[in-house]
C-alpha cells in the first residue's frame, strides 16, 4: 500500500497495489472529481507535487500539451509506485454514495436486446451495490484495460448485475464479449462509479434520453423510479434515438413497468430511413435533441434530465437545453464517454 497526499485538504488515503489513484480516492470515500475513468474527459486531472508514479496511457487524450508543461496528470491513469504528494481539487458533490469496489464476477446468463446490442448477466459473491444510472468498468480477458458500462437492473442482494452492451466493430471489449465470454466465464468488476445516478428527492418530472447502449443505465433509472412509487408524482418521458429502425429498442423494457402509457411515456426517433422501410416506420424522423423540443416544447424547464449515448447526442442535446433554452445545469446529468 502506498500513502497518498493531498496538498492543502487535509486529506490522506491509502491506494492499493495496481489501483490507480482515482480508484484508491474513491474506495477512500473523498470526492475526487472524473467522468469517464478512462483517460479522455480530463475531469480528474492533478498536479504530482513529490512521489513517484507509473503512467497508464502517455497520450491519453485528457491531457492538453499545456498540461503536459504543467506536469498535470489523470488520476484515472496513473497507479503510485511510492508514497505520493498531490494537489488536485476535491469536490463534495463527488464524495462517491456507495464506495467502489473490485472483486470476481462470473457470467451466468446472456439476453439478446436488438441485432447488435445484447446483455451479459454477471453474479457477484456480495449484493450488488450501486445507485440507478451508474456504471462499472470490466476487466475482460485478453484485452488490455478495462471498459466502462452501465448497469441496467436494480441495486439487488443476490449479486447481479446486467449490462447491455453494443458490439462496436473492431472493439476488443465487446467482440471479447459477443465472441469469447461464455457463461460460467470469470471476470473481475470494479465500481460502482459515475455521477448520472436518479436523484430521487426531486419532484420535478424526468426525462430519459438515450442512444445505442446508453439505454441500459436509463432502463434502470425508469425502473428505479417505479420500483420506489415515484411515478405516482411524477412523470417519466423516455427518449430513445436510433439510425434505423431495426436499432430501436426499449420500449418492450418500459412496457412490463407499472404506469406505461400514462406516467411513462416512450418517443424513439431514427436519424435515418430507407426506402424499403418508410412504409413500415409511423415514428419520427430525425435527430432526438429536435423531437425532445418539439414534445416538451415550453415545459423544458420543469424537468429533470438524465442521458447516455454517443457523444455527438449528448452535446447535441445540451446545446438545446443549455444554449437555447437555458435549462439550469443543475437539472442535468450525464457521465462523459468518448
Given at each position: 500500500?502506498?500513502?497518498i497526499?493531498?496538498?492543502g485538504?487535509?486529506q490522506t488515503?491509502?491506494?492499493?497495489p495496481n489501483?490507480?489513484?482515482?480508484?484508491?480516492g474513491?474506495?477512500a470515500?473523498?470526492?475526487m472529481p472524473y467522468?469517464c475513468t478512462?483517460g479522455?474527459?480530463?475531469t480528474?486531472?492533478?498536479e504530482?507535487?513529490?512521489g513517484?508514479?507509473?503512467?497508464?496511457?502517455d497520450?491519453?487524450?485528457g491531457?492538453?500539451a499545456r498540461?503536459?508543461a504543467?506536469?498535470?496528470?489523470?488520476?484515472?491513469?496513473?497507479r503510485?509506485l511510492t508514497?505520493?504528494r498531490?494537489?488536485m481539487?476535491?469536490d463534495?458533490a463527488?464524495?462517491?454514495?456507495?464506495?467502489p469496489?473490485?472483486?470476481?464476477a462470473?457470467?451466468?446468463?446472456t439476453?439478446?436486446?436488438?441485432?447488435?446490442?445484447r446483455?451479459f448477466?454477471?453474479a457477484t459473491?456480495?449484493?450488488?451495490?450501486?445507485?440507478p444510472?451508474q456504471f462499472a468498468?470490466?476487466q475482460l480477458?485478453?484485452?488490455n484495460?478495462t471498459?466502462?458500462?452501465?448497469m441496467?437492473?436494480?441495486?439487488?442482494s443476490?449479486?447481479?448485475?446486467?449490462?447491455?452492451?453494443?458490439r462496436?466493430q473492431?472493439?476488443?471489449?465487446?467482440?471479447t464479449l459477443?465472441?469469447h465470454?461464455?457463461?460460467?466465464d470469470?471476470i473481475?468488476?470494479?465500481g460502482p462509479?459515475g455521477m448520472a445516478?436518479?436523484r430521487?428527492d426531486?419532484?420535478?418530472d424526468v426525462?430519459c434520453?438515450?442512444?445505442?447502449s446508453g439505454?441500459?443505465?436509463m432502463?434502470?433509472?425508469?425502473?428505479?423510479?417505479?420500483?420506489?412509487?415515484?411515478?405516482?408524482t411524477?412523470r417519466?418521458h423516455?427518449f430513445y434515438?436510433?439510425?434505423?429502425?431495426?436499432?430501436?429498442?426499449?420500449?418492450?423494457?418500459l412496457?412490463a413497468?407499472p404506469?406505461f402509457g400514462d406516467?411513462?411515456?416512450f418517443?424513439?426517433a431514427i436519424?435515418?430511413?430507407?426506402?424499403?422501410?418508410?412504409?413500415?416506420?409511423?415514428?419520427?424522423i430525425g435527430f432526438i435533441?429536435?423531437?425532445?423540443?418539439e414534445?416538451l416544447g415550453?415545459?423544458?424547464y420543469?424537468?429533470?434530465?438524465y442521458m447516455a449515448?454517443p457523444?455527438?447526442?449528448i452535446?447535441?442535446v445540451?446545446?438545446t437545453?443549455?444554449?437555447?433554452?437555458?435549462?439550469?445545469?443543475?437539472?442535468?446529468?450525464?457521465d462523459?464517454?468518448?
Amino acid at each position: 500500500m502506498t500513502t497518498i497526499h493531498i496538498e492543502g485538504s487535509g486529506q490522506t488515503f491509502a491506494c492499493a497495489p495496481n489501483d490507480t489513484l482515482l480508484a484508491g480516492g474513491l474506495r477512500a470515500g473523498l470526492g475526487m472529481p472524473y467522468e469517464c475513468t478512462a483517460g479522455a474527459c480530463g475531469t480528474c486531472k492533478f498536479e504530482l507535487l513529490e512521489g513517484h508514479l507509473e503512467v497508464l496511457w502517455d497520450n491519453a487524450p485528457g491531457l492538453s500539451a499545456r498540461d503536459h508543461a504543467k506536469n498535470r496528470k489523470l488520476a484515472c491513469q496513473c497507479r503510485p509506485l511510492t508514497d505520493c504528494r498531490i494537489k488536485m481539487r476535491l469536490d463534495d458533490a463527488c464524495v462517491p454514495q456507495v464506495n467502489p469496489r473490485k472483486q470476481t464476477a462470473t457470467l451466468i446468463a446472456t439476453n439478446e436486446i436488438t441485432h447488435d446490442i445484447r446483455e451479459f448477466r454477471f453474479a457477484t459473491d456480495t449484493a450488488a451495490a450501486f445507485r440507478p444510472g451508474q456504471f462499472a468498468t470490466l476487466q475482460l480477458p485478453g484485452v488490455n484495460g478495462t471498459r466502462a458500462y452501465s448497469m441496467s437492473n436494480l441495486p439487488n442482494s443476490e449479486g447481479e448485475w446486467h449490462f447491455q452492451v453494443r458490439r462496436v466493430q473492431g472493439g476488443n471489449g465487446s467482440n471479447t464479449l459477443f465472441d469469447h465470454l461464455h457463461t460460467g466465464d470469470q471476470i473481475t468488476l470494479d465500481g460502482p462509479f459515475g455521477m448520472a445516478y436518479l436523484r430521487e428527492d426531486s419532484v420535478r418530472d424526468v426525462v430519459c434520453i438515450a442512444g445505442g447502449s446508453g439505454l441500459a443505465p436509463m432502463v434502470s433509472i425508469a425502473r428505479a423510479m417505479a420500483n420506489a412509487g415515484q411515478l405516482a408524482t411524477r412523470r417519466l418521458h423516455f427518449f430513445y434515438g436510433a439510425r434505423t429502425q431495426r436499432d430501436v429498442c426499449g420500449e418492450a423494457l418500459l412496457e412490463a413497468l407499472p404506469g406505461f402509457g400514462d406516467r411513462i411515456r416512450f418517443y424513439p426517433a431514427i436519424s435515418s430511413v430507407h426506402e424499403h422501410e418508410a412504409s413500415n416506420w409511423n415514428g419520427r424522423i430525425g435527430f432526438i435533441h429536435e423531437y425532445l423540443e418539439e414534445v416538451l416544447g415550453a415545459d423544458l424547464y420543469g424537468h429533470d434530465y438524465y442521458m447516455a449515448g454517443p457523444t455527438p447526442m449528448i452535446q447535441a442535446v445540451l446545446d438545446t437545453l443549455q444554449t437555447r433554452h437555458n435549462v439550469d445545469k443543475s437539472q442535468i446529468y450525464f457521465d462523459r464517454f468518448f
